[in-house]
């Protein structure tokens, strides 16, 4: 895996990612120049690279992959997106009857409990503009006397019948008309002096009625008194504003109509939920019985490609069984094999033979590599326990996936390596004192048939088998 190796560039597409190690021996990892973890550079070597070894066949052996094959197989039409939104809108469901059901363990409690709340916050109107006139009365209410007193003081003031204010303005009046008659311009003087006059009275008036209104009324300031203390106990209890209190209220009022009306509430809900299930039932049925066509499909294509690949007795299955609605429908896929008469079919995670998984996993790729999304396929020791025919019989399925997909092969077999567009020897060297790996990339033609006819006769190189390798690769290219 790519997290197993020590420094790397790769790019695919648009995306660069690279690893190396630091001089303390930590790992850098980066994914187009941003720092990234070993676990998101596993996450995305799994969407880049698929490695079939002897024991790690990845993606194809993990059940929970099967149904996703089948289904980038399979054309639904708009079918499964029908169904994502209308499991949606079940989920949803199924949560709203979870937290009534939720709520009825405690309904008893939870009722009396409730109903207090929201008598208590009943109490008053919840809004600041009410509790600021409650706030205001409070204020009148008990300071009355200093207030009544004041009042008093400046209407007897203004009233006094030696140096009342109407008094003086009434007397200022005649001069101020003689003033006028002789001269026009002194009119204005006189029509202020009026609204003087004018305002006096309004003002005598409104203290007046100002008096009266401090008149004490015992009911009134009780009721006053308990709006406000009723204000404070619920900022302190619910706020400590009142929008908060409000909000508590709101969502205690909508608690309690639920519980009030918890049968009807809970038979609506499974009516709706009874509703959704049959229709998302209708709809995977129709899903399933376009992936059993699928799999009907995939059995006697892979069927056919293992029987090329060199299994005379072969059957295989993709099996559905049912489960319970999902987001993905109703439906666990699981791939079975076997490849040996009268042996029944076994789960293909449990197919432990080398050479047989190598093969397996080969024909699978084939069926579906016009829509399997991992770009780069990786094959090592694919030519375990077999022999040159079906050595050429690979080479050519190989060189099939490659025109759709990066294949890169480990193999020992030359009538598979003949098939490859680029050929590079791999080799172990001891230089001052420590074993290297060599990686030599072969562009002579001279130097590939030399390295075939290795694969074929050893270290010992003859003239016929240097013929041979010349002839499996001339081939090769004839059949690709």
Known sequence: ??????????????????????????????INGVSATVAQLKSIGDKLIDFHGPH??????????????????????????????????????QRKITDLQELAQSRERDLDLLTHHVKELEQVPLNDEHLKEIECDRIKINNAEKLFENI??????????????????????????????????????????????????NLITGLRDYAESLAFDPDH???VNEEFDAYHAIQKKYGPTLEQAKTFYEEARRKLSLLNDFEHN????????????????????????????????????????????????????????????????????VFYITTNAGESLKPLAEIVSSGEA???????KRALMKVDPVPVLIFDEIDAQIGGRLGTVIG???????????????????????????HIKISKAVNAGRTRVVIEPLEKKADIVQELAHMMSGDKMTTMALKHAEELLHNAKETA
Do not use: C, W
């Open 358 to 364: 190598a093969r397996i996993m080969l024909a699978v």
């Open 56 to 93: 790690d066949h990845q993606l194809l052996l993990a059940e929970n992959m099967h149904l996703k094959i089948l289904d980038a197989l399979t054309d639904f039409g708009n079918l499964t997106n029908e169904y994502a939104v209308l499991f949606k809108e079940y989920s949803e469901i």
């Open 396 to 422: 050519t399925k190989l060189k099939e996936i490659s025109g759709y997909r990066q294949v890169i092969l480990i193999t020992h077999l030359p009538q598979i390596a003949a098939f490859a567009d680029t």
């Open 1 to 30: 895996s790519l997290s197993d190796v020590d420094e790397f560039d790769i790019k695919s597409g648009d995306m660069i990612v690279q690893r190396s190690a630091t001089s303390d021996g930590r790992n850098r990892i980066k």
């Open 266 to 333: 809970a038979e609506t809900l499974q009516e709706d939920l009874r509703a959704k299930e049959a229709e998302l039932t209708k709809l995977a049925k129709s899903i399933t019985q376009k992936r059993k066509k699928t799999a009907e499909l995939l059995k006697k294509t892979i069927e056919q490609e293992l029987k090329e690949l060199g299994f005379k007795v072969v059957s295989f299955e993709a099996r559905l069984e049912k489960k319970a609605l999902s987001t993905d429908g109703a439906d666990h896929a």
């Open 152 to 201: 008093s003081q400046a209407v007897a003031m203004l009233e006094d019948d030696e140096i009342s204010l109407e008094s003086l303005l009434s007397r200022a009046a005649r001069p101020l008309q003689n003033l006028a008659s002789i001269d026009e311009k002194a009119s204005a003087l006189l029509d202020e002096l009026s609204a003087l006059q004018d305002s006096a009275g």
């Open 221 to 223: 300031a009780q009721k």
